[in-house]
């Protein structure tokens, strides 16, 4: 096994190759690289980076880069289809702007923000990222790209088995709550015990309800299980927002498999989940 680990995107990100070997060294420094370069361009803490260049500007069309344009369009796209719920202007956001205020030109990869707005990719960004390292590491075929609560598994173990992921307790430090067997899959977790905002008041967590601007308090945890990881990544988060049925409806409606936890520690899943003990 071949096994490294760095900080990106405030996490530590681990990527395992079940066989180790000059070409698997190769492809994880070729992982990581995404890592940080979408760390770089999408991050909200350095007034330098593409994203923050984007939104220093409104009511003109911007020339990006692909990785920030599919970063956005995909936003877009989950904020649509979750009715809201999912808004990468609510975190935070200038009041009275909204995600409709966001204007692709998928011709020329130009982003046109038509009020000023706060853009917060931090729910995409990753699964992005754990997207793209596991591209380069497809050739490998048996492998994990591990992020912090969001995860790819190429293939299979050193068994030979599908992967078996453990997932998190919400309420118990260092207990899993929930096993899935996943292969060429992602896994992604929302939790409310992740990173606090920094402003953060009382049972106040990184998510925001953007219709409420607090965070919601119906779910413990969502966790969603796709064929990629920023369609988990998304749908993880939106589905926090919306709560145990609102929730795992949307799940449903867009094909995806997904278990959430209430904070009374009750579970509701979609119907096709392969749960294993
Ligand atoms: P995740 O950990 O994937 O659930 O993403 C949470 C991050 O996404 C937060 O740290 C914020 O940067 C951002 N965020 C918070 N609330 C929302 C929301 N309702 N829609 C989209 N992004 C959000
Ligand atoms: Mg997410």
Redesign the pocket.
């Known amino acids: 096994m071949a096994v490294r680990t760095e900080v990106a995107m405030s996490t530590l990100v681990t990527i395992r190759a079940v066989r180790p070997g000059a070409v698997a060294e190769e492809s994880i420094g070729r992982a990581f690289g995404w890592f940080h370069e979408i760390e770089s361009r999408c991050t909200?803490f350095d007034p330098s980076s593409e994203l923050m260049r984007l939104t220093a500007q409104t009511g003109v069309a911007v020339p990006v880069s692909a990785i920030l344009f599919e970063a956005v369009r995909f936003?877009l796209l989950?904020?649509e289809a979750?009715g809201g719920?999912?808004?990468?202007?609510?975190?935070r956001g200038v009041a009275g702007g909204g995600w409709r205020d966001i204007e692709l030109d998928e011709a020329r990869t130009a982003i046109t923000l038509h009020r000023p707005l706060t853009l917060?990719?931090?729910?995409?960004a990753?699964?992005l990222a754990v997207d793209l390292a596991a591209r380069e590491l497809a050739p490998l075929e048996d492998f994990v790209v591990d992020a912090g609560?969001?995860l790819y598994l190429g293939g299979r173990n050193e068994r030979g088995d599908p992967w078996r992921v453990g997932i998190r307790h919400p309420r118990r430090e260092g207990e899993l709550i929930a096993f899935l067997r996943a292969s060429n899959q992602a896994v992604?977790?929302?939790?409310d015990y992740?990173?606090l905002?920094p402003q953060a008041g009382d049972g106040e967590h990184?998510?925001?309800?953007?219709r409420s601007g607090v965070?919601?308090h119906a779910l413990a945890s969502?966790t969603v299980l796709a064929s990629g990881a920023m369609l988990a990544?998304?749908l993880?988060?939106?589905a926090?927002?919306l709560g145990p049925e609102e929730g795992i409806a949307l799940l449903e409606r867009m094909g995806v498999e997904g278990l959430v936890v209430t904070p009374a520690l009750q579970r509701h899943e979609t119907r096709g989940l392969r749960r294993v003990a």
């Open positions: 909200r936003a989950a904020a979750s719920a999912f808004d990468p202007t609510a975190a917060d990719l931090g729910a995409v990753k699964g609560g969001d992604c977790t929302s939790g992740e990173r905002a990184h998510i925001v309800d953007p965070s919601p969502a990544d998304a993880a988060t939106a926090f927002v």
